[in-house]
């Protein structure tokens, strides 16, 4: 390691995150369908940041308003709530007042990670998700999950994989209603995603990776599942597995890849679900995940001197969340929310479970 | 009615955008030809172009340029339409070749070369281009996919992922896609021989030793034999950089295939115990007789006094000398086998 001892550059990011919010330069334009995981980066950052209050009430209101403008609000037809949940951005919305033709519906579907991270969003803005519709969303997230139990992205066709098990399990954790998961499958799924590494690919066959790790993990823990699924064997191994991603300081994704700033999140987090995050050199991890950082616009990157963009600054700052160092709130290691805004989405749990006249 | 791109394409001149310097041209998809606007092409003179609402007060907006709105802005009018044609499969190619990344205009484009029954020969070639010029999209990759799916060949895709590895050889799009066609059209002839050639290339690429075992799996199965073999490989491979996750991990992988344990395999600890005697050190040697040690103790408790006092030692080794970075996890490892197999 080098002797030069990095600052976290709080400010700056701060204000990275608002310019997020704002707006993206055109080498983003590849985010245009997933404006709202942008969203829940920004958000989620400047909670950890601790400067969500650099957004007024009207501006919040605004932004809670643009997220239930991308909810899709079908009928009470079984096969249109399949369709439902949230869209990432607004490339086809405007179709829809347009036309009820088919190809509009069929194209114009709700996405399970922008489910997801819609849901987070108005979490971390103190919104109640009275508005969100919950019966849609569930026969989405229902409808979305193979045989295999692995999940789709959307209704009108994609791959499917490990990330969107993770999306669906988060959603349902969020709304308490795990109805909508086979977790028998879903289970298998992630136990046969398990490599002779010692760790989960994004499914069968494929390459133990750190992010279809803590997609595995964080599932079984939001499902309740994990002491039951794993053998103590299989956990000390996977522990094993994640520990041996620190190179350099940094953690990588997979054996003899460089490190990257956002393992520090899905290794860490992984690490911290099973209790072991301390076994890292933390010291070491924090100097590398502060060396990706861009020291005038703000933002951390992927590799130390590259481009800052918005999944690397959250997921490094997340990351460095974890440790506990630089004045960051803590982070839930599943939901990848502030503590806070965990907190409060428990006290909605609370409110939901007393006032029974609520629709779940 | 489209002031609201207008309004995006006004503020990206006044908001330094996130990290990254605007680059300005507007020659997107055009191939290094003047850009025709849709709305000045004579050919899309019925169609009314729909434009993008995102509401009076939108977040996370994108700087899009005036291409970019022009072909989004008619793309959305023929979904409106639900216009199923040459024309919109054009169109589609250039909504795509803006943003790769948009999973409804893929989905469009497959709704439209059903109807029209296009040649799906010539869509694998657009594909393969696609795949080459954004080789980490999942969107392209599943595309990719069902287009083989419909055609019902996959004699092009060992080709195509290969193509992709020549460039990144631990591409994880790639290997799933290369498993996927595998799997599906019976291709393991000659798969061992691509993956020896690639770990000859580099003998630390993970990505071909799991295809290793992939492979195996699915063909011969992990005989006795086939270990033995396995076994014999990997020790060679190790002999050429022994300081190298990958092999330790692939030998672990093997040997739990035996039937009974770690230690029944050979002479593996012999091998260990030589290159260490040699003065090799490193810590996936010594994490591995570590655990051939544990697996030794599991069985045999009458010699658990003796291998645990050699185990603390690698513990104390690995923890202050040859893994200092994981030394928090040697303690924790030290403190679990004594816990374990002490008196």
Redesign the interface.
């Known amino acids: 390691m080098s002797g030069r001892e990095y600052l976290f550059l709080r400010a700056r990011h701060v204000k990275?995150f608002r310019?997020?919010?704002?707006?993206?330069?055109?080498?983003?334009?590849?985010?245009?369908?997933?404006?709202?995981a942008?969203?829940y980066f920004?958000l989620s950052g400047l909670d950890l940041l601790d400067g969500l209050s650099e957004l007024d009430k009207e501006e919040r209101q605004?932004?809670i308003?643009?997220i239930y403008?991308l909810q899709i609000l079908p009928g009470n037809d079984r096969d249109e709530q399949a369709c439902a949940g949230f869209r990432g951005g607004?490339?086809?919305?405007?179709?829809r007042?347009?036309?009820s033709?088919?190809?509009?519906s069929?194209?114009?579907?709700g996405?399970i990670t922008m489910t997801y991270t819609a849901l987070a969003s108005l979490i971390i803005l103190g919104d109640d998700l009275s508005r969100v519709e919950r019966p849609a969303v569930m026969a989405h997230v229902a409808a979305l999950q193979c045989p295999d139990g692995s999940f789709f992205?959307?209704r009108?066709?994609?791959?499917n994989d490990m990330r969107f098990m993770y999306c669906a399990a988060a959603i349902c954790y969020i709304l308490q209603d795990f109805s909508a998961i086979n977790t028998t499958s879903a289970t298998k799924y992630i136990l046969n995603s398990m490599?002779?590494?010692?760790a989960m690919?994004?499914?069968t066959?494929?390459?133990?990776?750190g992010g279809s790790s803590y997609c595995a993990i964080a599932t079984l823990h939001l499902l309740g599942k994990l002491d039951s699924s794993l053998s103590r064997t299989q956990r000390e191994r996977l522990?094993?597995w994640l520990?041996?991603r620190?190179s350099g300081?940094g953690l990588q994704g997979?054996?003899?890849?460089p490190p990257d700033t956002c393992y520090a999140f899905w290794i860490g987090a992984t690490l911290q679900i099973l209790g072991?995050l301390?076994?890292?050199?933390t010291a070491?991890l924090r100097q590398f995940v502060l060396s990706t950082q861009?020291p005038i616009?703000?933002?951390l990157?992927k590799y130390p001197n590259s481009?800052?963009?918005?999944l690397h600054t959250y997921l490094g700052i997340s990351g460095l969340s974890l440790l506990r160092k630089d004045n960051l709130k803590p982070v839930d290691p599943a939901l990848n929310i502030s503590q806070q805004a965990l907190s409060h989405l428990h006290q909605l749990h609370k409110n939901i479970s007393k006032n029974s006249t609520v629709p779940c | 009615m489209g002031s609201t791109a207008n309004n995006?394409t006004t503020?990206?001149n006044t908001?330094?955008?996130?990290?990254?310097?605007?680059?300005d041209s507007l020659d997107d998809g055009s191939d290094g030809e003047a850009w025709v606007f849709y709305r000045e092409r004579k050919e899309w003179a019925d169609i009314t172009p729909?434009?993008?609402?995102?509401?009076p007060?939108?977040?996370?907006?994108?700087?899009?340029?005036d291409p970019?709105t022009d072909v989004?802005d008619y793309l959305?009018a023929v979904?409106?339409?639900?216009e199923?044609s040459e024309r919109a499969l054009y169109l589609t190619e250039d909504a795509i070749n803006?943003?790769?990344?948009?999973?409804?205009v893929w989905?469009?484009r497959?709704?439209i070369l059903r109807h029209l029954g296009s040649d799906l020969e010539q869509e694998l070639n657009f594909c393969r281009e696609m795949i080459e010029m954004n080789p980490k999209?999942?969107q392209v990759?599943?595309h990719r996919?069902?287009i083989v799916e419909w055609l019902g060949d996959g004699s092009k895709e060992l080709k195509l992922t290969e193509i992709i590895f020549s460039q990144d050889a631990?591409n994880?799009h790639a290997?799933?896609h290369r498993?996927w066609a595998l799997k599906t059209f019976k291709l393991y002839d000659r798969e061992l021989d691509y993956v020896d050639l690639l770990l000859e290339e580099d003998v630390?690429?993970?990505?071909a030793w799991?295809q290793r075992?992939?492979t195996i799996?699915?063909t011969t199965g992990f005989t006795k034999e086939v270990i033995q073999r396995e076994v014999e490989y990997t020790k060679a491979a190790i002999a050429k950089v022994v300081d190298?996750?990958?092999p330790w991990?692939?030998l672990?992988?093997?040997v739990?295939h035996c039937e009974g344990s770690l230690a029944s395999v050979g002479d593996l600890w012999e091998w260990c115990q030589k290159m260490h005697d040699e003065g090799q050190c490193s810590p996936h040697l010594l994490?591995f007789m570590l655990d051939l040690m544990e697996d030794r103790m599991e069985r045999q408790p009458d010699l658990r006094p003796t291998l645990l006092k050699r185990c603390l030692e690698i513990c104390e080794s690995l923890a202050t000398k040859y893994d200092?970075?994981?030394?928090?996890?040697w303690r924790?490892i030290e403190r679990n086998l004594s816990h374990r197999f002490g008196a």
């Open positions: 990275y310019r997020c919010l704002q707006v993206l330069p055109f080498t983003s334009v590849t985010y245009d369908t997933s404006r709202m942008v969203l920004a605004h932004i308003n643009w403008s607004t490339t086809l919305a405007s179709c007042g347009e036309s033709c088919d190809t509009v069929q194209l114009d579907c996405h992205s959307t009108g066709g994609s791959e490599s002779y590494e010692g690919g994004q499914g066959h494929l390459e133990a990776h522990v094993r520990v041996e620190q300081g997979r054996p003899n890849k072991a301390d076994y890292l050199d070491a861009d616009t703000g933002g990157a481009n800052p963009d918005g | 995006i503020e990206e908001t330094q955008a996130p990290g990254e310097e605007h680059d729909v434009p993008q609402d995102d509401g007060h939108a977040v996370v907006k994108i700087a899009y340029t970019f989004y959305r979904v409106v339409k639900g199923l803006m943003n790769a990344a948009n999973y409804t989905q469009y497959r709704k999209n999942y990759w599943h996919r069902v631990k994880y290997w799933e498993q630390r690429n993970n990505s799991n075992h992939f799996s699915q190298n996750e990958s991990s692939y672990r992988g093997v739990q994490t200092r970075i994981r030394r928090e996890y924790y």
